[in-house]
Nanobody
Framework: VQLQAYGGGLVQAGESLSLSCSAP????????MAWFRQAPGKEREFVAA???????YYADSVQGRFTISRDISKNTLYLQMNSLKPGDTAAYYC?????????????????????WGQGTQVTVSS
């Protein structure tokens, strides 16, 4: 199932940005959902995830600055990014899985997700 991510842009350090991800025809409530990012020349890395139960997981690098959430009525996943840093510059991808995981570590692995959206670019200038 194709996901659609949007909301990226160019901001200055310290500013905020909100990303959205929609899943046409696929109820987000039934899924484990996540955001990953990939900077040029680097591997894709985990950013945040939300379990079907509502549990939230964050990479240490974004803990306290980013918030993942979803609006069931709008079938949309969000990533609110505050206090952005130049190191947050990357293409951001939303991902989803029909599976429910018992291990916390599973939410951090890109291989746990089988649906991906196209990337939306976030650029943070210093």
């Amino acid at each position: 199932v194709q996901l659609q991510a949007y909301g990226g842009g160019l901001v200055q350090a310290g500013e905020s940005l909100s990303l959205s991800c929609s899943a046409p025809g696929r109820p987000l409530m039934s899924n484990s959902m996540a955001w990953f990012r990939q900077a040029p020349g680097k591997e894709r890395e985990f950013v945040a995830a939300i379990a079907r139960s509502g549990g939230e997981y964050y990479a240490d690098s974004v803990q306290g600055r980013f918030t993942i959430s979803r609006d069931i009525s709008k079938n949309t996943l969000y990533l609110q990014m505050n206090s952005l840093k130049p190191g947050d510059t990357a293409a951001y991808y939303c991902a989803g899985s029909q599976r429910v995981y018992t291990r916390r570590s599973s939410y951090y692995q890109s291989s746990s997700y089988d649906s991906w959206g196209q990337g939306t670019q976030v650029t943070v200038s210093s």
